[in-house]
């Protein structure tokens, strides 16, 4: 027994708040640093400390009379598990919250007195951070730890801070070589397609990785691996040709000496949304990157910018994800801020100028050939949507997603739904409504708002605020770029000018992305400003009539540094009240979601749900505009709806919030559910745009606010109180402890 509860190495002293992985790793002490002994001491008598782990926990006993030394426990984690989910976990779920009925304390024996006195943990927040700690114990196969009290009474602001810095980034990153190809390459999607099967696409620009799978795949025939080349070419038709073969498209990899001295390829990393989660995703990966970068995880984000700039040279663009049936799909582009903020990080390595130089080409060619060209491309009004080319039916959904959009045609046809949805994909019949319906349905897709009323019915003929917004911020960092680092000329090479209307050589000055600035500064003026309504609104191309829809989009223009002066003043006086709710900024308004019921469910990005990539936006364009303590009041609103729901439901961080619901702000009844709810015992991923706008809010609000945030005070009571009065509530939080 005393091997389990002493160190491997007595004189290694563990933080209390480090990380699960390296808490419970090898040699677990469970010590609080520089504060009690990291060796321990236990009974003479081996059989006693049998007795004293083995005797459960307790509801009443005598407490510990060492008061005045740091507290920690000494735990039996099968056996307090155990007992704590019986007595607390009243739902069943394996999470402790405020819906569950326990008594709300359980007692355990401490380090102090060798477990025979014991302290009691109390209260929905300490005994679900229990479960947690117990949770991650068990999982990394320590039977009894020693646990330190401040693990549970950790400041809940600290804690969410911490966890994302130093577990939740680890547990969303991912890679692909031979070392995790057969878990990467899985796909539920694909399980009920003609041919599952484990498959890569390979570009034929990257023949290596093609030889390197190859040898995957032959060395491991258990893996029934499929090693496919795609076409030079890749079009609607082909990407409809594979939908029942889909598969993993490959990303970047690069060349290092293993073990043996020889010489091989590894997967450049990337992080994924959620949990369940393989593949690179397209503008979530910019909001993960802004808070990997803040939690100095600069190396991750530059990897990101790497994959990204391989998807564009060799599949033509940014795509919605790395699976076969995103080929013809894109996603919002935020390819320039996102290399240069890893530029600014690293511009003192070796190798930084050429990463942005290569960013900046793949951005360009982005540019040319899928935001400047048909079909995204409007000649007549020379403004950009999302427009994506397809054919048939989105093969990702669920079977029966488009059940009721179907139903009328395959009985208009005399067929059963799945025998029209063949005759459809193969284009043995002819529906121009239905085709009509998937253009939009695939342009919704490939905004990222999947999906809205704004959107409903019209997404490819409409050029959003937020495209135009993002194309302006492309044009004005692609000058800068040129005009700041390389002269004010950059020579276009032949890798990005394959497949383009470039030519190698071609040369592209700061004056030309300039005139283009202005010129799409003057469009945005023109088609997007209303000046009654003092806000953005989407232009609806087909109709050349504005949108009516209120979107949190119009205060993209604001991030781009787009708007002039006058208008992010009636953007911060006059739109602004109308998104700002009690959690943050709702995605739309009420009046323009309309009425929704049975026949007209809520869709998740329109009220009253609120996103993280939203919020980030907006507190960014308002800081840019001198807005700052709009700002600070947006990002408190929006961090203590996660706070809030992390104290209350078991440290859960999900995709999405209602940010009209004060109390349990994650629970969405929406399309899709909210992902990273579902949690057993422990949350060890969140939800990657959420951790990014958790960790860049705190930077934003001030520490007066982040005490506030602490204690938990709700944002209207924080609001009204003077400072003296918050500062008051927060010592007496503090001086109540665990």
């Not at 326990?102 to 007692?107: E, F, I, Q, R, S």
């Not at 795949?217 to 090693?227: F, G, H, I, K, Q």
């Not at 990966?285 to 990204?308: C, E, P, Q, T």
């Not at 994650?666 to 579902?678: C, F, L, R």
């Amino acid at each position: 027994m005393s091997n389990l509860l002493a160190p491997k190495k007595p004189t290694e002293v563990v933080d209390q708040y480090s990380a699960g992985h390296v808490y419970y790793g090898e040699g677990h002490i469970g010590t609080r640093r520089r504060t009690y002994s990291n060796t321990f001491d236990p009974p003479a008598e081996p059989g006693q400390q049998r007795r004293l782990l083995k005797q459960p926990p307790r509801r009443r006993g005598s407490h510990d009379p060492y008061g005045s030394f740091p507290k920690g426990f000494l735990i039996d984690v099968a056996r307090t598990k155990a007992a704590l989910l019986a007595a607390e976990d009243t739902d069943a779920n394996y999470q402790i919250t405020i819906e569950d009925g326990g008594p709300k304390v359980l007692a355990l024996g401490t380090i102090n007195s060798y477990g025979a006195y014991n302290h009691e943990v109390r209260g929905t927040y300490m005994l679900s951070n229990l479960l947690q700690e117990l949770t991650l114990a068990e999982a990394s196969g320590r039977p009894y730890i020693l646990l330190d009290e401040s693990r549970l009474s950790e400041n809940p602001v600290h804690r969410v801070n911490r966890l994302i810095r130093d577990t939740f980034w680890r547990g969303l990153t991912r890679f692909i070589d031979d070392t995790v190809i057969e878990e990467v390459a899985r796909d539920p999607k694909a399980e009920r397609m003609k041919d599952p099967r484990p498959r890569i696409y390979v570009p034929p620009g990257a023949p290596e990785q093609y030889v390197y799978y190859k040898r995957v795949a032959e060395r491991r025939p258990e893996l029934n691996l499929d090693v496919v080349v795609l076409p030079e070419k890749i079009t609607a038709e082909y990407t409809k040709s594979v939908n029942d073969k889909p598969g993993l498209l490959a990303l970047a990899m690069e060349e290092y000496t293993d073990h043996t001295g020889k010489k091989s390829l590894r997967g450049c990393p990337y992080v994924v949304p959620g949990g369940r989660f393989n593949e690179l995703y397209g503008w979530d990966s910019y909001m993960m990157a802004l808070g990997l970068i803040r939690d100095k995880k600069v190396d991750l984000a530059k990897s990101m910018v790497i994959n990204f700039c391989f998807c564009i040279q060799h599949y033509g663009k940014i795509l919605n994800a790395n699976r076969s049936y995103y080929l013809s799909r894109s996603q919002p582009p935020f390819l320039t801020d996102m290399a240069i903020r890893v530029y600014e990080q690293i511009k003192h390595e070796e190798g930084s100028l050429e990463f942005l130089r290569i960013a900046i080409f793949a951005a360009i060619k982005e540019y040319y050939t899928i935001w400047m060209a048909e079909p995204r491309y409007d000649p007549k009004s020379g403004l950009s949507r999302y427009r994506p080319e397809g054919l048939g039916i989105p093969p990702e959904t669920e079977p029966s997603h488009f059940d009721s959009v179907l139903k009328p045609f395959a009985e208009k046809n005399k067929m059963t739904i799945d025998d029209f949805i063949f005759a459809y994909n193969e284009s043995l019949v002819y529906e121009p409504e239905l085709d009509e319906y998937f253009l939009h349905d695939r342009a919704v897709r490939e905004s990222g708002h999947d999906t809205s009323y704004r959107l409903d019915g019209r997404c490819a003929n409409l050029a959003t605020i937020d495209l135009q917004s993002l194309l302006y911020k492309y044009e004005t960092d692609i000058s800068n770029v040129i005009k700041i680092h390389f002269k004010d000329k950059l020579v276009i090479p032949e890798e990005f000018a394959r497949g383009t209307s470039m030519n190698t050589g071609d040369i592209e000055s700061s004056s030309i992305w300039d005139r283009r600035a202005k010129r799409r500064k003057q469009l945005t003026d023109k088609y997007f400003w209303n000046e009654k309504e003092g806000m953005y609104f989407d232009y609806d191309t087909i109709k050349m009539e504005q949108s009516t829809y209120e979107t949190a989009t119009t205060f993209w223009p604001l991030w781009a540094g787009l708007a002039d002066p006058r208008k992010a003043a009636s953007l911060i006086s006059v739109a602004l009240p109308k998104f700002e709710c009690y959690g943050g900024i709702v995605s739309g308004t009420e009046k323009s979601r309309g009425v929704v019921g049975i026949d007209r469910p809520n869709r998740q990005w329109d009220y009253p749900f609120g996103w993280a990539p939203h919020q980030i936006m907006t507190w960014e364009g308002m800081r840019k505009y001198g807005y700052v303590e709009e700002a600070q009041r947006l990002c408190y609103r929006w961090l203590y709806s996660l706070t809030k729901a992390f104290v209350d439901y078991n440290g859960v961080l999900v995709e999405k919030y209602d940010v009209t619901r004060p109390i349990d702000p994650h629970k969405v009844d929406a399309e899709y559910g909210n992902q990273g709810g579902d949690i057993r015992g422990v949350a060890t991923e969140g939800f990657g745009w959420v951790n990014a706008s958790y960790q860049i809010g705190l930077d934003i609000i001030s520490s007066h606010m982040r005490r506030a945030l602490g204690a938990c005070i709700p944002p209207d009571a924080f609001l009204r109180m003077t400072e003296t009065e918050v500062e008051g509530i927060v010592q007496s939080v503090e001086s109540l402890g665990p």
